[in-house]
């Protein structure tokens, strides 16, 4: 079974730009979680879609929004981009269910971020 | 004071040693993971565990619900266990808080 994918690896951008991230979760999962990590802050926690709504967010500026597909796959868009914003973006998918919330994450291998 | 607390920040051992990282919370929980960050920004899921104590191979990892603890034990530490373990918890609305990590170094 595939892992979770991100797509892009590696990204530079100028401040002012706006990116869009990509995840495919692992088939069959329809959880699909986004992390920022910085070596300040340590991991965060973006927000979490599952069968295409938005279930938890957390406490970033509008800047961030995301969205989920039908086949799960999910987009996470940073517009106006600022220094601040150069970091790791994680996703991670998990097999939760309406019923089943709380499974092991998998966690794709990051974009990398810079922001000029 | 935060949620998940990780200690130590830092440990450097020699190859062989036993290695404990421990992490406490303070918020209701539904499940607590450990995770593996290895540089470059990989992070694999070790465990995840909501009572008693799992095992994979060299490593263990145990909770108490009543304590609000948790411990990642590794046993014949090996320089590839060298990484950042992370610990973090599940708490009532899903979201995931996290730990800030412990960097292990296991030195050959």
């Known amino acids: 079974k595939a892992g979770v994918t991100q797509t892009p690896r590696y990204l530079i951008k100028t401040r002012g730009q706006q990116v869009t991230l990509s995840c495919s979760p692992i088939?069959?999962?329809?959880?699909v979680s986004w992390y920022q990590q910085t070596p300040g802050q340590g991991l965060q926690f973006l927000f979490e879609?599952?069968?295409?709504?938005?279930?938890n967010k957390g406490n970033f500026p509008g800047r961030f929004s995301g969205r989920q597909f039908s086949n799960s796959r999910s987009e996470m868009n940073v517009s106006t981009l600022e220094l601040g914003d150069s970091a790791l973006y994680l996703c991670?998918?998990?097999?939760?269910?309406?019923?089943?919330?709380?499974?092991?994450?998998?966690f794709g291998p990051g974009t990398r971020l810079t922001v000029l | 004071k935060n949620e998940v607390e990780q200690s130590p920040q830092n440990l450097t051992a020699q190859e062989g040693e036993f290695i404990t990282i421990n992490c406490s919370y303070s918020?209701?929980?539904?499940?607590l993971h450990w995770l593996q960050q290895h540089p470059g920004g990989g992070i694999v899921s070790l465990f995840m565990?909501?009572?008693?104590?799992k095992k994979h191979g060299r490593l263990i990892a145990t909770i108490n619900i009543q304590e609000k603890h948790s411990s990642l034990h590794i046993t014949a530490s090996h320089p590839r266990d060298s990484a950042v373990y992370i610990c973090?918890?599940?708490?009532?609305?899903?979201?995931?808080?996290w730990g800030a990590g412990t960097k292990l170094i296991i030195k050959p």
């Open positions: 879609y599952f069968s295409e709504t938005q279930r």
């Open positions: 088939s069959g999962h329809r959880s």
């Open positions: 973090a918890v599940r708490g009532s609305n899903y979201q995931l808080i």
């Open positions: 918020v209701g929980i539904s499940a």
């Open positions: 991670a998918s998990n097999a939760a269910s309406g019923t089943t919330l709380y499974n092991e994450q998998f």
């Open positions: 565990l909501s009572s008693g104590k």
